[in-house]
Each structure stands twice: as C-alpha cells, then as structure tokens.
T-cell receptor
Framework: GAGVSQSPSNKVTEKGKDVELRCDPISGHTALYWYRQSLGQGLEFLIYFQGNSAPDKSGLPSDRFSAERTGGSVSTLTIQRTQQEDSAVYLC?????????????FGSGTRLTVV | EDQVTQSPEALRLQEGESSSLNCSYTVSGLRGLFWYRQDPGKGPEFLFTLYSAGEEKEKERLKATLTKKESFLHITAPKPEDSATYLCAVQAPDNFNKFYFGSGTKLNVKP
C-alpha cells in the first residue's frame, strides 16, 4: 500500500483480556518498528524487526507483550492480560533500510483503552 | 535520565510571527537527530535528519539546525497549517535500532 496501515484504529478492552494489534508496512520496507505513545510522553520503543533477523525485543515492558512478523511483512503486537497502564497509542513504523536513518514512515496508530 | 528534552511544551504564535523550538539531548556520540511533525490522530511524519554540529536542513518555512548539545527548529512566517506537535528524536548510542523521542512541542498558529 501507499502507507503504513494499522488496525484497529481504536480498541477498548476490559482489564485482563488479550488484544492483538496489526501493522501492515509499506511494501518493500525491510525494517518494522513498534512504539508506544502515552499521553504527554514521548514515544517509547518496543520492538524492531529487520528482514529475517531475530527481532530486537529490548523495549518490551513485560512478558505480557509479544510481537511477530510473518513473511517479512505484516506484524502483530499482542498484549496478554491487559492492564490499565497499557492504555496508550501504539504506533507502527517501517523504513526502507535498517535503523531508520532516513526516517520512519509511521502509521496512524491504534488507540488502546483498557477499562 | 531524560535523553531528549523539548521546550517549550506548547507555543502559540500569530500567523507570520517567527519563532524557534528547542530540542536538547544528552546522548554521547550522536549518530543522528531527527525531527518529526505529528498532527492529531496521526502518526509522526518525518521532516529532517541532522548528523553533525553545524549542519542545517530546510523545508519550506522550517529550518533545523544542530549544535553539540541541542537542535533548533526555526519556523519563519508560520501559517495556520503549520499547527502540529513537533517531535525530536535521537538514536540510542547503545542500540542503533532504538530512538529516544522527546515529548514534543505543540505549536498553534492563529490566523
């Protein structure tokens, strides 16, 4: 597609439930990133995929968070047993090369609200 | 410890009133400083990358400059459509896959 597509755009879930967030990067972009943006705070790095290499999971805040990328394209971020502090906008980005030196292209995000 | 600090948090300008946004950083061995623009309900949009002190980049009414400790985003004769949140980010020195973002400056340009 022309841009990075994320779905759903909004998700309200009950505390303790699992959620899956989807990201469809720009075709041909080998690098894919997940960031979290909480109200009034800067973007927080979560995870990075580059081609077929093992992902960099160093930013995942707890073992309730996991992500996968199938076929080097679509990625899914899963949050298990959601907590209220997980409420945030989850942003996916992709870039043509590694490390995003030419800047990322971000999707519009998924706004997650845990009630 | 904050790696990237942006100021002011919010800025209101009249159309045509030039000003500057500040981004100060504490990472050592800077590999790149990035500016993004974010509109409400959208993801950040890439504007510039600066790599070394003294470097400048321009795009329409925006000019980004870099020193050893901070970067400025100068906005010349802004228009209402420049209203957005401007984010600054630096590449983490210990993990080149990761970027540290500031909290942003929310700019409002009134006609």
């Amino acid at each position: 597609g022309a841009g990075v597509s994320q779905s759903p755009s909004n998700k309200v879930t009950e505390k303790g439930k699992d959620v899956e967030l989807r990201c469809d990067p720009i075709s041909g972009h080998t690098a894919l990133y997940w960031y979290r943006q909480s109200l009034g705070q800067g973007l927080e790095f979560l995870i990075y995929f580059q081609g077929n290499s093992a992902p960099d999971k160093s930013g995942l805040p707890s073992d309730r968070f996991s992500a996968e990328r199938t076929g080097g394209s679509v990625s899914t971020l899963t949050i298990q047993r959601t907590q209220q502090e997980d409420s945030a906008v989850y942003l996916c980005a992709s870039s043509l090369g590694p490390q995003g030196n030419r800047g990322y292209t971000f999707g519009s995000g998924t706004r997650l609200t845990v009630v | 410890e904050d790696q990237v600090t942006q100021s002011p948090e919010a800025l209101r300008l009249q159309e045509g009133e030039s000003s500057s946004l500040n981004c100060s950083y504490t990472v050592s061995g800077l590999r790149g400083l990035f500016w993004y623009r974010q509109d409400p309900g959208k993801g950040p949009e890439f504007l510039f990358t600066l790599y070394s002190a003294g470097e400048e980049k321009e795009k329409e009414r925006l000019k980004a400059t870099l020193t050893k400790k901070e970067s400025f985003l100068h906005i010349t004769a802004p228009k209402p459509e420049d209203s957005a949140t401007y984010l600054c980010a630096v590449q983490a020195p210990d993990n080149f896959n990761k970027f540290y973002f500031g909290s942003g400056t929310k700019l409002n340009v009134k006609p």
